[in-house]
């Protein structure tokens, strides 16, 4: 998992979210452990698509459950 692209992630989150990027680890889920409801993931989606030129389909955020996950998606399609 590349520091950078975590970083990065952490801080979008943090920022969407209004969480400290503390909080913000590899395991969290976004709804269960950030608090994220259906809005904020949407925003969070189109806030990544936007920060590492990627789209993310819809079918796809469906699968994207964790910061873990958000990381792995960037990763293998950027």
């Given amino acids: 998992m590349s520091d950078d ?3 990065k992630i952490k801080g979008i989150i943090a920022e ?7 909080e913000v680890t590899a395991e969290k889920s976004f ?3 950030l608090g ?3 809005l904020a993931i949407v925003e969070l989606v189109l806030a990544l ?3 590492f030129e990627v789209k993310i389909p819809d079918d796809q955020v469906d699968g994207i459950k964790t910061v873990g996950d958000a990381v792995n998606y960037i990763q293998n399609n950027k």
């Avoid at 969407?16 to 503390?22: A, F, N, P």
């Fill in 31 to 33: 709804t269960d452990d």
């Fill in 5 to 7: 692209i975590l970083n």
């Fill in 36 to 38: 994220a409801d259906s």
């Fill in 16 to 22: 969407q979210l209004d969480v400290g990027e503390d």
């Fill in 49 to 51: 698509e936007e920060e």
